[in-house]
């Protein structure tokens, strides 16, 4: 089993829809969990960063974390044509340890 | 946008060739790392670098190495190229903060063809 599970989609919603997006991992030393944003043959940028469980609001995205669970979401409101992307989970035990990332989600927002 | 870029941006080439790609940064960060991602597979480690000449093996190195003899360059070399190894390879910084965790910032990408 590998140590970040992903659905890779693609989801496809209507403009306006909320949408979720979720990530599960197996590691119980995981403490940092990040949501990067990757546009079409672009490189990845970060959009989200949360440290251990709960949560965190920025604008139109809230990302959560129940390290309970080892489970994080990603929900995005009022979804648009350009939240259209790749979105990708990663997460770390520690500051300096490489990022383990999930296989990413593709997501469509239809106008 | 962070001052990464790699070159070069799109290589086609032919099995058991040598390839090597950069990755130059102009922000000064310590740690430095290459990527690959392909797809059903995402991003996936190959090497890192803590430092001038300090690296490391991530989880998908066989078949490659790297080098770092300055802070802003990390050079991946793929000794005899594999169609295997086809694949879009990314670079990526972070600084160093022991208290925190440390934002990487990729670059565009190298789209690299094996035939």
Same mark, same amino acid.
């Given at each position: 089993?590998?140590? =970040?599970? @992903?659905?890779? &989609?693609?989801?496809? =919603?209507?403009? &306006? ?11 119980? /030393?995981? @403490? ?10 672009? &490189? ?20 959560? =974390? ?35 990332? &999930? ?5 469509? =927002?239809? /106008? | 946008?962070?001052? !990464?870029?790699?070159?070069?941006? #799109?290589? %086609? ?10 990755? #130059?940064?102009?922000?000064? *960060? $310590? ?9 059903? #597979?995402?991003?996936?480690?190959? *090497?890192?670098?803590?430092?001038? +000449?300090?690296?490391? +093996? ?9 080098? $770092?003899? +300055? ?16 694949? %879009?390879?990314?670079?990526? !910084?972070?600084?160093? +903060? $022991? ?11 190298? $789209?690299?063809?094996?035939?």
């Amino acid at each position: 089993q590998k140590e =970040v599970e @992903q659905d890779p &989609g693609p989801l496809s =919603v209507p403009e &306006g829809a909320i949408v979720s997006l979720n990530c599960t991992y197996s590691n119980s /030393a995981f @403490q940092y969990f990040m949501w990067y944003r990757q546009y079409s043959r672009k &490189g990845p940028e970060l959009l989200m960063y949360t440290y251990s469980s709960g949560n965190k609001e920025d604008g139109r995205f809230t990302a959560q =974390v129940d390290k309970s669970s080892k489970y994080i979401s990603l929900f995005i409101r009022d979804s648009q044509p350009s939240d259209s992307a790749t979105y990708l989970c990663a997460m770390t035990g520690s500051g300096n340890t490489p990022l383990v990332f &999930g296989k990413g989600t593709r997501l469509s =927002v239809i /106008a | 946008d962070a001052g !990464i870029t790699q070159s070069p941006r #799109h290589k %086609v080439t032919e099995t058991g060739t040598p390839v090597t790609l950069r990755c #130059h940064q102009t922000e000064n *960060h $310590r740690y430095m790392y290459w990527y690959r991602q392909d797809p059903g #597979h995402g991003l996936r480690l190959i *090497h890192y670098s803590y430092g001038v +000449k300090d690296t490391d +093996k991530g989880e998908v190195s066989d078949g490659y190495s790297v080098s $770092r003899s +300055k802070t802003e360059d990390f050079l991946l070399t793929l000794e005899s190229a594999t169609s295997s190894q086809t694949s %879009v390879y990314f670079c990526a !910084i972070s600084e160093s +903060k $022991r208290s925190s965790y440390n934002e990487q910032f990729f670059g565009p990408g190298t $789209r690299l063809t094996v035939l």
